[in-house]
């Protein structure tokens, strides 16, 4: 399912298995189930779920996924497939966080990703969808840094909506009882989206 997919964008190991790494056991669970339905199994371990199928690996392949954290982007097949919104909960529930802020009396989602491509497609995803976001660059974090999305005051609680967060990925109930001051500036919804403001190249700020 494109939520599955999603939470790891692919991670290919001798061509013959797809590897889904992520501690949480929702989301192994979720993997386990998706796998059923497609008359796979799926091994779990601490750090990871492994799917052993060198046909998935193929298909993966066609559609446009491709090896290393630093080179994930999603494919011109998922963004023309109409399937955006249940990619983004994948991607969400994957490397994301959604709750009230750990200091502030505010609410926040976040989204953590080493690939500058695939931070702005869902940046510009984000948008069409009329929720605006932060772009941040932590160059401390692994060896080339990553970039964080940051998702402020009530877009939070409106992303949690329309990605339909379950329960158990909120860090800390959404701050639903307090005044929101968004801490990102104020962005225009767009009407649909621009398929060709998604075909960013690979370079990322120095």
Request: hydrophobic share 35%.
């Amino acid at each position: 399912s494109s939520d599955v997919c999603s939470s790891d964008l692919g991670d290919f190991s001798k061509e013959s298995s797809v590897e889904i790494n992520n501690m949480s056991p929702h989301v192994h669970d979720m993997v386990r189930r998706a796998a059923r339905e497609i008359g796979l199994e799926a091994h779990s371990y601490t750090k990871k779920v492994v799917l052993c199928s060198t046909n998935l690996v193929k298909r993966m392949r066609v559609m446009g996924f491709d090896t290393g954290a630093h080179n994930k982007r999603i494919p011109n097949s998922v963004l023309s497939s109409g399937r955006i919104v249940p990619f983004l909960r994948g991607l969400w529930i994957g490397d994301g966080n959604c709750g009230k802020h750990a200091s502030k009396r505010t609410s926040e989602a976040t989204y953590s990703t080493v690939s500058f491509v695939l931070a702005n497609q869902v940046q510009v995803l984000l948008l069409a969808f009329g929720i605006p976001s932060n772009l941040q660059h932590e160059p401390e974090v692994g060896t080339k840094g990553a970039f964080k999305l940051v998702v402020g005051s009530e877009y939070a609680a409106m992303l949690r909506v329309i990605l339909a967060l379950p329960d158990w990925k909120l860090t800390r109930p959404l701050a639903d009882d307090i005044d929101h001051n968004s801490n990102v500036g104020f962005l225009p919804k767009l009407g649909k989206l621009d398929r060709k403001s998604t075909r960013l190249n690979s370079s990322h700020p120095s």
